[in-house]
């Protein structure tokens, strides 16, 4: 399966009470079809006395499934609290998006979505040339005088 089609059949499930765990979640998950893998990330903190971090991830055979998941189990309630079920998104590199340590412009993907050609620089210095070149006040030489005109 590519990383592709592994991503459109896998469920992000949040809200998540601290007594849920991989088993509770499959349970929860296995009326929708087939699944592959439950995940449930833990703390990265040492100090930390959660389970996990409130939210999971249950990876389906089929993309179909991961759908039909979504749409009945979204908003629905698990050991009390209300669950928010959509479809899983890639994760980010390490280096990129909020929290990084490099400038949003020095990144890879920002430079390729954003990049500008030669040919859309010079369309633009030709537009603001022309602009600048009209004078705002050309039409005003009349208008020495502030206020109304005099009768």
């Avoid at 929708?32 to 100090?47: H, M």
Wanted: hydrophobic share 35%; no cysteine.
């Amino acid at each position: 399966m590519t990383d592709a089609t592994r991503l459109k059949a896998t469920v992000y499930v949040g809200g998540l009470d601290s007594v849920v765990n991989s088993t509770t979640l499959y349970d929860a998950f296995i009326p929708f079809g087939d699944i592959a893998e439950v995940n449930i990330p833990k703390s990265d903190l040492p100090s930390s006395k959660d389970p996990h971090r409130g939210f999971g991830y249950v990876e389906f055979e089929l993309a179909e499934d991961a759908k039909e998941a979504i749409d009945n189990m979204d908003q629905s309630e698990l050991f009390g609290k209300v669950i928010k079920v959509s479809q899983a998104k890639p994760q980010k590199q390490v280096g990129e998006g909020l929290g990084s340590k490099t400038a949003i412009w020095e990144q890879e993907g920002w430079l390729a979505e954003n990049a500008v050609s030669e040919e859309d620089k010079l369309a633009t210095d030709n537009s603001r040339g022309e602009v600048a070149a009209m004078d705002p006040m050309q039409g005003l030489e009349g208008l020495d005088v502030a206020g109304p005109k005099p009768e």
